[in-house]
């Protein structure tokens, strides 16, 4: 698919909480468009705090250690009260950011895939290691994409996962007056409960008279078609490809709001 629409410093709203310097937010800069912080969602601790630090004491009896997000990471390490990560786990990272997340508590040389993305990782998963019998812990928000876990699983290695974290909604009148604040022409929606949370708070109407709606990945955009807004989803379930998406000269922006 091409690009929805002609940027000319397109105002892109950012859904998911993760600030101005964000691995959303940096994806958009780089291809043209104007990242705005709208946050329809913030981060909470782990919903089973327990399994969470059981599986970071008993990290060394892993195999592999496979994340998603800094905030992942940054859970296990705090569940470990400082201590390192042990020097023969290996790990591996979606994105170059928690791949740093991963070596700043001791781990060494992350697997990163060349692609940004849950589908890249899992390619280069695949060819790394012999996996029947290996166990892996895999940390993620509490609704986050299992597709990695699945994907291993078909491969034979016994997969433990666990909510590292949980996202919660924020109150609607905060949504609406960042909404106002941001004045967006797009919105990029990361999640389940980013869709929910921003219809709830505006209305539907609202979505549907952006120049484009981009959900990241089928189940948001399932989501959001649930609760009466069409979206589109880049080929990728990733930022990049969300802002690539939205970056160029195309005249497929009628396809938000057929």
């Keep these: ?18 600030g101005a310097g964000g691995d959303l937010s940096r994806a958009l800069a780089a291809r043209g468009l104007v990242p705005v912080q709208c946050a329809a969602v913030t981060e909470a601790p782990s919903p089973e705090p327990e399994r969470l630090a059981d599986a970071a004491r008993r990290l060394d009896g892993y195999d592999w250690l496979i994340v998603a997000s800094r905030r992942a990471v940054e ?36 697997l990163v895939a060349q692609r940004p993305g849950s589908q890249a990782l899992i390619a280069a998963l695949r060819d790394a290691d012999r996996w029947p019998e290996r166990r892996c812990l895999l940390p993620r928000a509490l609704d986050g994409g299992t597709e990695i876990a699945e994907a291993l699983r078909r491969l034979g290695a016994q997969v433990d996962e666990v909510a590292a974290y949980r996202t919660v909604e924020r109150p609607a009148a905060e949504i609406v007056s960042a909404w106002e604040q941001a004045s967006p022409e797009a919105v990029v929606v990361a999640s389940p409960s980013a869709a929910r949370a921003l219809v709830a708070a505006l209305g539907a109407d609202v979505l549907r008279r952006l120049r484009a709606v981009v959900a990241i990945g089928p189940t948001t955009r399932a989501a959001l078609a649930s609760l009466g807004v069409c979206a589109v989803s880049p080929p990728r379930a990733d930022f990049e490809s969300a802002a690539e998406l939205l970056s160029g000269p195309t005249d497929v922006e009628r396809e938000v709001h057929s």
């Design 1 to 18: 698919m091409g690009a929805l629409v002609t940027p000319g410093a397109l105002r892109v709203a950012v859904t998911r909480d993760e």
């Design 75 to 110: 859970a296990i390490a705090g569940a470990r009260n400082g201590a390192a990560f042990p020097s023969e786990l290996r790990t591996a990272a979606v994105g170059d950011r928690t791949a740093a997340a991963l070596i700043e508590h001791g781990a060494s040389a992350p």
